[in-house]
């Protein structure tokens, strides 16, 4: 089968959480189309080579800024990525046309569907979070997506059913219909292994600039504090390698998969945003985790604050972080036991989207 793989380029989440699901498909003997831009393009081909064709993607405005909120900013780039959508979908359809594409596959990429393959997309913020939790506002915003995804066959939730990771995200929803909606679990491109837990701190900073770059400068200014501590700082910025060792702290440039499953693996505690991707990498290794959600970015600080609330997760703002004293709270905290991991999620989504070895 012949897939087009699209995927969203805002951070690289989208891109780490669905390489289980791309290796799968190149296991598989399936001919992959990827279609992303930026550091997911550079992640991706990386991570895959074989069996892969890359396709430079037209990228989305991002909403992300350090000066307001994600919501305001989100209203005001939204004609622009509605125009951006509109020529997607024509780039898509030029290439199903020329590629004989069987289907379609987009990670949070509204633009990536087709009236004549199977289109599916994989989404867990089928509801954006108010500022305020205004219900009014968060009605409408589930509205707007309903009919953004409404062009989707189905709609593929990263997350269970029941004691849920994401929360009113992606439950409780009032315009989707059940039948439309599949919950399968975390996906995660991590492995657990059989390894010590000698490294006391994994920093793991990602996201879109300028925040990327801001948690860096405020996590560096801090780490002072864990004097006498084995730290590793991955800096989320993928292209040439670069390893960099400081006292007892060794930074990385990014990981690369061996890496990372050795230093999550072998981390007593793991500081980062409170980006969902990440909230999933940290379950699926039950690990204990810090997280900072990035200032004004509504998701995160409600992602944040539901998994403090439901025992999960310690969280703390950004300008608000003790380093020192919130991490020994952190370890206070149960983590999260999934019901299932991502090997069996994958399963659900080639079964979710009816593909066959």
Not at 227 to 245: C, M, W
Not at 247 to 275: F, H, P, Q, W
Request: charged share 25%; proline share 5%; net charge positive.
């Amino acid at each position: 089968m012949k897939i087009l793989f699209s995927l969203c380029s805002w951070g690289l989440g989208h891109a780490t959480r669905s390489l289980p699901i791309l290796r799968r498909l190149v296991k598989d003997s399936h001919e992959v189309i990827i279609y992303t831009s930026g550091r997911s393009l550079a992640l991706l081909q990386s991570e895959l080579k074989d069996g892969v064709r890359f396709v430079a993607s037209v990228p989305y405005p991002s909403p992300y800024s350090d000066k307001i909120g994600f919501a305001f900013r989100f209203l005001k780039t939204a004609p622009k990525i509605m125009k951006v959508i509109k020529e997607e979908n024509l780039e898509v359809d030029r290439m199903i046309k020329e590629n004989k594409v069987d289907m379609i596959i987009s990670d949070s990429r509204f633009g990536s569907y087709s009236r004549v393959v199977p289109s599916y997309l994989i989404f867990h913020q089928l509801r954006f979070i108010a500022p305020l939790r205004l219900a009014p506002a968060e009605m409408v915003t589930e509205f707007y997506n309903h009919n953004l995804q409404n062009k989707f066959e189905k709609i593929i939730v990263p997350d269970y059913a029941e004691n849920s990771l994401s929360g009113d995200l992606s439950h409780n929803l009032r315009y989707f219909k059940p039948e439309k909606v599949e919950y399968i679990g975390i996906l995660s491109d991590f492995e657990s292994l059989d390894v010590k837990q000698d490294l006391d701190y994994l920093f793991s900073i990602s996201g879109p600039e300028p925040t990327r770059t801001i948690l860096e400068e405020k996590l560096f200014s801090q780490l002072p504090l864990l004097n006498g501590s084995t730290i590793a700082v991955a800096l989320g910025k993928p292209g040439k390698f670069i390893k960099e060792v400081i006292g007892n702290t060794v930074i990385y440039s990014y990981l690369e998969k061996a890496r990372r499953d050795e230093l999550m693996n072998r981390a007593k505690i793991v500081v980062s945003r409170s980006g969902y991707t990440t909230i999933m990498d940290v379950a699926e290794i039950n690990r204990n985790a810090l997280f900072i959600p990035t200032p004004g970015q509504t998701e995160q600080v409600y992602l944040a604050s539901h998994l403090e609330k439901a025992g999960f997760f310690h969280s703390v703002k950004q300008g608000k972080l003790k380093l020192d004293i919130d991490a020994k709270e952190a370890l206070k905290f149960k983590g999260f036991v999934p019901p299932w991991k991502t090997k069996g999620s994958v399963e659900r989504f080639l079964k979710a989207v009816r593909i066959k070895d």
